[in-house]
């Protein structure tokens, strides 16, 4: 019976020590939500592209900037959504939205996001578009997987699969479309499904 309580009382130090240094009221319906987002903004974008007069995008076009604006768009809804649901998980939960380890979740989130944007950035303004999603792929990847450490650490395994795809699509550049359908529309839906079965629905 000691030996019953004693491992007991282990475990729960171990659950109060890992909440208290990682954020894990990230929801997985809005990781859901943002894959949905993608896929509707990118079918919006392939439709005007493949129905311009000239079939495809260059920077000072109207069509560029009107998918610009989806793109934007889209990441302005998936952020608004994931703060929603995920400051609506915590309270429900009764865990703090704005702490220590939201603050390093964020830090190390942002770092690599807003390195690989400047970057790609750089590389547009040189007129290089070939490898634009192969790079939004993989920087996406790895501010995935330098966050996880500080949150629910499933989303490393989401954070490996975009770098892939980016290396992959690096490789055949002309299928970058795709390959940003794959990785932001399907991918959040896949692994989103899996976060809201395993940590959202009580069992």
């Known amino acids: 019976m000691e030996s019953k309580n004693y491992l007991e ?5 171990k659950n109060m ?16 939500l943002a894959g949905i987002y ?3 903004g990118a079918s ?6 493949s129905n311009s007069v000239r079939g495809y995008l260059i920077l000072d076009g109207t069509i560029f900037r009107i998918c610009a604006s989806i793109l934007l768009g889209v990441a302005f809804l998936s952020i608004g959504t994931g703060v929603l649901l995920t400051t ?29 944007g400047i970057y ?15 790079l939004m792929l993989i920087f996406y990847g790895l501010a995935l997987i330098s966050a996880s450490k500080y ?6 395994y989401l954070g490996f699969t975009e770098v892939i795809l980016g290396l992959i699509c690096a ?32 069992k």
């Open 9 to 13: 009382d282990i475990s729960e130090i």
């Open 17 to 32: 020590m890992n909440k208290s240094s990682r954020f894990i009221s990230l929801s997985g319906l809005s990781g859901i």
């Open 38 to 40: 993608a896929l509707i």
């Open 44 to 49: 919006i974008a392939y439709y005007l592209v």
């Open 88 to 116: 609506k998980k915590a309270k429900k939960n009764g865990e703090k939205i704005w702490d220590t380890s939201s603050k390093r979740l964020l830090f190390n989130f942002l770092t690599p996001l807003i390195t690989g």
């Open 120 to 134: 790609i950035l750089i590389i547009l303004n040189q007129e290089r578009y070939g490898h634009t999603a192969a």
């Open 151 to 156: 949150s629910i650490g499933d989303i490393r």
């Open 171 to 202: 490789f055949l550049p002309s299928y970058g479309f795709w390959f940003w359908v794959i990785g932001f529309g399907i991918m959040h839906i896949f692994y989103g499904t899996l976060m809201h079965f395993k940590y959202d629905i009580k």
